[in-house]
């Protein structure tokens, strides 16, 4: 009798139901057609060629870029007690002999290699003599020379379809931008498969953003709410991650830092330690994350204004991936405006580039600075038409007040003409406040048109508008690297036109919470964790941490935190229900049940 796709989905994975469109997918790839899979992060596209390779005859070859990556995949189906393996330049000599002999002899369901261990004429003879069930090409955005994680090998991949062209492929991305998607097809000659295009929303993630006044103070309040879990924290400079990290570690969190500037050595024990620890904080510049697959990230908080929106989507799309509820959080403030647009203009790319850069900083910084709900800028900033609000982000929970500031931004882009376009905010809200020193009266500028019209506002409420200023086009920062500013073309418009000018009224600094008196950990806040069920929370959390020690694995491929948040509801009280529970295949139930079982059912 043949095994339909829902039964794997239930007796191997645990699972119930199908997400999305994964039913229509598996069952195109297990019947032999070609697809082209676009899912957000979490969407769920493991299962998408996993269940077909385990319905087709012969072995499913997936290819990953990403070393790391692989083993914690390949010991997750392990666990599920699929036939998995892999192949790459960490494996010794006798090993690789080992697993292409259990690939020669049919013994695998799955193998993931490196494509360029994939492309070599050693392993296409291999492939010849195998059968192959499909080919599952995974972070297919890698062919594209455009992105951040462009690998050359991946244009070779064609290959595959001149040599094996009757075995199905399946190429996958998390990427949603439409031109990177019309270059998998060409690059990968994908013109006859289906396309499976999903939403890139993720509804879990909530969306914060927020003005930076103190960075220190705002993180610790934020991560006060995240006690216990585990999260990554983006900061733009090494040194600003090594200080985070150390003071985040001095106030009591498990924070390690991660930047490209520490040994390989260290970098690999920190990531380690946040993939098999419980409720480590990773401070890291971007060089963290690419094939980070950790699904119980409960937050990401950037302390910088990202590089773009698709760095912003990448880096917030860590968080979640397990579907539970997750923050994305993020603070900046008017110096990295100008930061950013001082780097354009500074770059030494050409003028088509530079033009395409400024719209990407526009693009990011109209999603900070909205005034409605953030998931439909975000998501149309990929093309994608949301209807909100969400009433899930900080702008539909609490609808930002905006006010008329034509007259203040009149002022302001007047006394920066007037001074000559040569100076900075620092200096210009000086000159509208009014503030007169030696410098300014020998300059003459205390006797300029615009000295002091500005004195009604404080020098932060001044700050705010010329944020905003910048944000909106109306004021560019000069190249010089003094983040002197200009007029832009836009602000004729408003000097000369009138043309109403309304910006968001800077939320006042979060009032410093109550910090936690008693010194119990609460560890599952963003979960809903109640005070009554922490204990066994924490039991269910000890022995999956001891299970995943004794294997040296990480703890989310023993059970992730939905199926034992999923127990703890249940509260199963025999290996019948501990097998209806979500997340809790045969394999799983046989290895952990009785142990599970003997936490939830303990005597108090
Ligand atoms: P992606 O590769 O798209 O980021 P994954 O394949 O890693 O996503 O899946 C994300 C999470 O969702 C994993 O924890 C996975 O086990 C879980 N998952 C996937 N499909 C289902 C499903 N049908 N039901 C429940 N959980 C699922
Ligand atoms: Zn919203």
Not at 259 to 275: E, I, M, V
Not at 494 to 507: N, T
Not at 514 to 526: I, M
Not at 569 to 575: C, F, L, S, V
């Amino acid at each position: 009798m043949h095994a339909s796709s829902l039964d794997i989905l239930h007796s191997v994975f645990g699972y119930t139901a199908f997400r999305g469109q994964q039913q229509a997918i598996v069952e195109h790839v297990a019947e032999g057609g070609d697809a082209l899979v676009l899912m957000p992060t979490g969407g769920g596209k493991s299962l998408c060629y996993q269940i077909p390779a385990l319905l087709r005859q012969g072995t499913g070859i997936v290819v990953s870029p990403l070393i790391a990556l692989m083993q914690d995949q390949v010991d997750a189906l392990r666990e599920a007690g699929v036939a998995a393996a892999y192949l790459n330049s960490s494996l010794g000599a006798e090993d690789q002999r080992e697993v292409e002999r259990r690939l020669l002899a049919g013994e695998l369901n799955l193998l993931y290699v490196a494509p360029e261990r994939l492309l070599t004429q050693r392993f296409l003879g291999l492939l010849e003599r195998t059968e192959v069930a499909l080919f599952a090409i995974d972070e297919a955005h890698c062919v594209s020379q455009w992105g951040h994680d462009f690998r050359p090998e991946y244009r070779e991949l064609t290959l595959l379809h001149q040599r094996f062209p009757e075995v199905p492929r399946i190429a996958l991305t998390a990427t949603a931008d439409p031109r990177t998607r019309e270059e998998i097809v060409e690059r990968l000659a994908l013109q006859d498969a289906r396309q499976f295009m999903s939403s890139f929303d993720r509804p879990n993630i909530r969306y914060r953003v927020g003005q930076r006044h103190n960075a220190r103070r705002q993180l610790m309040e934020f991560l006060d709410g995240h006690r216990g879990e585990a999260g990554i924290v983006y900061a733009l400079s090494r040194k600003k991650v090594d200080e985070t990290a150390a003071w985040l570690a001095e106030a009591g969190f498990g924070a390690l830092p991660y930047h490209a500037g520490l040994d390989a050595a260290t970098r690999a024990g920190n990531q380690q330690r946040f993939l098999r620890e419980d409720g480590v904080v990773m401070v890291a510049t971007v060089a963290f994350g690419m094939g980070i697959d950790k699904p119980d990230v409960r937050f990401v908080a950037h302390l910088d204004l990202p590089r773009s929106m698709e760095g912003y989507y990448q880096e917030t799309g860590r968080a979640g991936r397990d579907g539970l509820p997750a923050e994305a959080w993020m603070i900046y403030g008017l110096s990295d405006v100008v930061t950013m647009s001082q780097m354009i203009a500074q770059s030494e790319s050409a003028d088509e580039r530079k033009r395409v850069e400024r719209q990407k900083l526009e693009a990011l910084l109209a999603y900070a600075e909205a005034t409605h709900c953030r998931r439909e800028v975000l998501l149309g900033a990929f093309g994608e038409q949301y209807h909100g609000p969400c009433g899930h982000c900080d702008n539909c929970i609490e609808p930002p007040k905006t006010w008329d500031a034509t007259v203040p931004a009149q002022k302001a882009l007047s006394a920066v003409y007037r001074s000559g376009q040569r100076y900075g905010s620092g200096y210009v809200i000086d000159i509208l406040r009014g503030n007169d020193n030696e410098r300014m009266r020998d300059l003459g500028h205390d006797k300029l048109s615009t000295f002091g019209i500005g004195a009604d506002m404080d020098e932060k409420q001044w700050r705010s508008v010329f944020r905003q200023l910048l944000a909106a086009g109306l004021l560019e920062a000069d190249a010089d690297g003094y983040g002197t500013l200009r007029l832009a073309r836009a602000s004729r418009e408003v000097l000369v036109g009138g043309k109403q000018v309304l910006l968001r009224e800077d939320a006042r600094p979060e009032r410093r919470s109550r910090r936690r008196r008693d010194s119990q950990v609460v560890t599952g806040s963003s979960l809903g964790i109640e005070a009554y069920e922490q204990p066994l929370w924490d039991a269910l959390r000890a022995l999956r941490s001891q299970l995943a020690k004794q294997q040296g694995v990480p703890p989310y491929v023993v059970f992730h935190d939905a199926t034992l948040l999923a127990m703890l509801r249940a509260m199963p009280a025999n290996e019948s229900e501990l097998g209806e529970v979500s997340g809790v295949g045969e394999a799983k139930l046989k290895r952990y049940g009785r142990d599970f079982l003997a936490v939830i059912n303990a005597p108090d």
